[in-house]
């Protein structure tokens, strides 16, 4: 995977895919970050999880309640 910035870029590109292709680039080895579920709470798995895993639980349609409520809208 490359990480030039000018690889991310273009005019077939959408905003979208730029912001999904730098996600990816956090998201992989080596830096591969994390987030501790038990630090953040909010009936996240009590254990790292990777961000591509957060992203997955977060987005899920069963989480959509939740999100608002933990967020106080």
């Known amino acids: 995977m490359s990480t030039n910035p000018s690889d991310t ?3 077939d590109r959408s905003p979208l895919d730029i912001a999904e292709r730098a996600f990816q680039m956090l ?3 080596p830096s591969r970050l994390a ?5 953040v709470g909010y009936g996240l798995p009590r254990r790292p999880m990777s961000l591509i ?3 997955d ?3 899920h349609p069963s989480r ?3 999100a608002g409520a933990a967020s106080g809208r």
Do not use: S, T
């Not at 987030?35 to 630090?39: F, K, Q, Y």
């Open 9 to 11: 870029a273009g005019p």
């Open 64 to 66: 959509a309640n939740r």
């Open 53 to 55: 895993e957060l992203r």
């Open 27 to 29: 998201a992989c080895a």
């Open 35 to 39: 987030v501790d579920g038990r630090e």
């Open 57 to 59: 639980v977060l987005i």
